[in-house]
Nanobody
Framework: QVQVVESGGGSVQPGGSLRLSCAYSGFTFSSYTMAWFRQVPGKERELVAQISTTEESTNYADSVKGRFTISRDNAKNTVYLQMNSLKPEDTAVYYC????????WGQGTQVTVSS
């Protein structure tokens, strides 16, 4: 049974930073690509970033390139999303997920960017 604890959301002013994390158990974390998604009301959930098993490959949505960094610690079964230079349009609920792993969505954490 997959378990995940997601943390790190909050409210910040434009230009601020936040770091999200998801700690997993219940599957072989190091064997799976990990990803972060976000969703705003009325819109589909969108992929923000993903990272391969050993961090050799990362991909980002164009809207966050150069500002967000995804990373992972396979020893701690944890994936991170460092978000810098936050903009109001980054406001959303953020979810971690292991594509290919059933029921691996995090519970979601609210990120609000507002002055």
């Amino acid at each position: 049974q997959v378990q995940v604890v997601e943390s790190g959301g909050g409210s910040v002013q434009p230009g601020g930073s936040l770091r999200l994390s998801c700690a997993y158990s219940g599957f072989t974390f190091s064997s799976y690509t990990m990803a972060w998604f976000r969703q705003v009301p009325g819109k589909e959930r969108e992929l923000v970033a993903q990272i391969s098993t050993t961090e050799e490959s990362t991909n980002y949505a164009d809207s966050v390139k150069g500002r967000f960094t995804i990373s992972r610690d396979n020893a701690k079964n944890t994936v991170y999303l460092q978000m810098n230079s936050l903009k109001p349009e980054d406001t959303a609920v953020y979810y971690c997920h292991a594509p290919g792993v059933f029921d691996s969505w995090g519970q979601g954490t609210q990120v609000t960017v507002s002055s």
